[in-house]
């Protein structure tokens, strides 16, 4: 019921957005800005050119609105116009030292530190490290909650594919969590 | 199920994608087997540390910064609203310059050959008519507009 509710809160938000009224929008962006910027940061490894991709995401997504039929919902659209946008970016130009520093930033220290911080961060620090398509499957599925289907139509990838990429992507993780923490490191974060 | 069958099926169990069956048999596998047990967790840990993850803010004045880069164009000028607001206020209007304006519509009137009248000839309870039509017309156009807008949103 209070979900239905915020539902059709956000179809007349979205609604009056399309129709140009700012004030709607803006609450769409305070609504949604956490999420695309994360998204845009997890995808991108630099937190300077998410900020950057996730105000394009929201212009783009005001531009676009009128033509925006409901048949997705408003989230998935969202994080798909910001993908979009995200690996133009990638293709436009592509700072090697840039990633470089973001990746060696994120390379953790001894065990011991390791285990003082959550298994979350841990997680997290490897799919940084994760291969760019693995890396967007990822978030794509596990942060922004899309179905594999609507994966395959943002990435415009064969569903198999996609299915495929994210599997192979949580093994890769799996065995690199081991490969850094160690089983029994693990064991003993993982039940404390 | 052996435990190559498993380790095929791990992912869909912790992501809850399992058919009941597949997903009774798994449960069943690992209660004697501890190689498939620890996959299990491991796998759980991953799944659950990539569910988990908070989403960070963007710095301060991000969407201010978005609603100033947003083109100007298509802001809504009219809605129906405004002319329901409207409607009172030229309501009060005409009947403040009733006189001149029912002798514009009377001249009108007059010269169209549909009657001649002259504003002396009026009483006060007929020149009230003036402001009460056009109150009657501002919500004849916010009725028109709140239902072109309801169907065309
Ligand atoms: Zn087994």
């Known amino acids: 019921m209070g979900r239905e509710v915020e539902a059709t809160a956000e179809e007349s938000l979205v609604r009056r957005s399309a129709h140009g009224d700012g004030r709607a929008f803006a609450v769409l962006v305070n609504r949604y800005k956490g999420m695309v910027f994360s998204t845009a940061c997890r995808l991108l490894n630099d937190a300077g050119r998410a900020e950057d991709a996730a105000q ?12 925006f039929r409901g048949e997705a ?13 995200c690996i133009s970016m990638l293709r436009k130009k592509r700072p090697e030292v840039e990633l470089k520093e973001a990746a060696t930033a994120s390379v953790p220290g001894p065990v011991e530190e390791v285990r003082s911080r959550s298994i979350k961060q841990a997680v997290m620090d490897e799919v940084v490290e994760m291969p760019e398509d693995y890396r967007a499957m990822i978030t ?8 594999y ?28 969590l081991i490969e850094r923490v160690g ?7 993982m039940w404390t | 199920m052996n435990c190559n069958e498993l380790k095929s099926l791990v992912q869909e169990y912790v992501t809850r994608e399992l058919t009941p069956e597949d997903r009774h048999r798994v449960d069943t596998h690992v209660m004697d087997c501890q190689d498939c047990r620890r996959e299990l967790a491991l796998m759980s840990a991953v799944v659950s540390g990539l ?23 298509r802001e809504l000028v009219l809605s129906p609203w405004w002319s329901l607001a409207a409607a009172p206020v030229l309501g009060v209007l005409a009947y403040l310059f009733r006189a001149p304006l029912l002798e514009s519509v009377l001249r009108l009137a007059g010269r169209t050959g549909i009657g ?38």
């Open chain 1, 56 to 67: 394009e995401t929201f212009i783009k997504a005001y531009a676009a609105l009128p033509g």
């Open chain 1, 140 to 147: 794509l599925y596990h942060f922004n909650g899309l179905s």
């Open chain 1, 73 to 85: 919902k408003f989230s998935s659209w969202l994080y798909r116009i910001c993908y979009n946008s």
């Open chain 2, 116 to 153: 001649q009248v002259s504003v002396t000839e009026l009483g006060l309870a007929q020149m009230a008519i003036v402001p009460a039509v056009v109150v009657l017309l501002a919500l004849g156009v916010t009725a028109a507009a709140a239902t072109y807008c309801w169907r065309s949103c």
């Open chain 2, 51 to 73: 569910d988990s993850q908070p989403a960070s803010e963007p710095p301060a004045g991000f969407a201010a910064r978005v609603m100033a880069g947003l083109p100007r164009q």
């Open chain 1, 149 to 176: 289907e609507e994966i395959a139509l943002t990435t415009r990838k064969p569903l198999g594919t996609v299915k495929a990429q994210i599997h192979r992507a949580r093994a890769l993780l799996k065995t690199r």
């Open chain 1, 183 to 189: 089983w029994e490191e693990l064991r003993k974060v």
